[in-house]
């Protein structure tokens, strides 16, 4: 039951660009290269849990 209380937290955990899911992977791409590498480790994180988009996911891995 504990593990099971934690994970729905770590998915509901928002990514540091303000109105992610309603951008396009385009949109979020441009506003990557302004994060911290912290922020970028979160949006991974983030988009693999969710969308899992490619061309954001490749752009990640060419800031990293």
Known sequence: ???Q???PAAR???PPISRYDE???TEI???LPKLSKS????VAAYERA???RK?????IDTLR
């Open 29 to 31: 791409v441009s506003r």
């Open 55 to 59: 061309t954001i996911l490749k752009k």
């Open 39 to 42: 922020d970028v480790g979160k």
């Open 5 to 7: 209380a934690r994970e």
């Open 23 to 25: 951008l396009t992977a």
């Open 12 to 14: 509901e955990q928002a």
């Open 1 to 3: 039951a504990e593990g």
């Open 50 to 52: 969710h969308k899992n």
